[in-house]
């Protein structure tokens, strides 16, 4: 079974650039498709992006389209979100998840979920 650890959130302001971290143990993660969804206060939890096994293929939100990028390491078990331009409705606790599927924007195609990392802007 895997499990997931974010890192990497704050407090910035608007404009500023992040990146958090999903690290992986407990299974070969290259196997996993992984994602990235955030839950904003009182929302429901959202697709953010998305990356195949390789990291030859990604997918985004189109609200973080051009902004964010998706990224992985799997010798070293970590997937990536660098995010820059931040605007204040990027506010929200992020996750990261993990599932044997195709790419997906469907929270259901992720079998495994990290505990989440707070990423708060201020305009």
């Known amino acids: 079974q895997v499990q997931l650890v974010e890192s990497g959130g704050g407090l910035v302001q608007a404009g500023d650039s992040l990146r958090l971290s999903c690290a992986a143990s407990g299974g070969p993660f290259g196997r996993y498709t992984v994602g990235w969804f955030r839950q904003a206060p009182g929302k429901e939890r959202g697709f953010v992006a998305t990356i195949n096994l390789s990291g030859s293929s990604t997918y985004y939100a189109d609200s973080v389209k051009g902004r964010f990028t998706i990224s992985r390491d799997n010798a070293k078990n970590t997937v990536y979100l660098q995010m820059n331009s931040l605007k204040p409705e990027d506010t929200a606790v992020y996750y990261c998840?993990?599932?044997?599927?195709?790419?997906?924007?469907?929270?259901?195609?992720?079998?495994?979920w990290g505990q989440g990392t707070q990423v708060t802007v201020s305009s």
């Open positions: 998840a993990a599932g044997k599927g195709p790419l997906s924007y469907y929270l259901d195609e992720y079998n495994y």
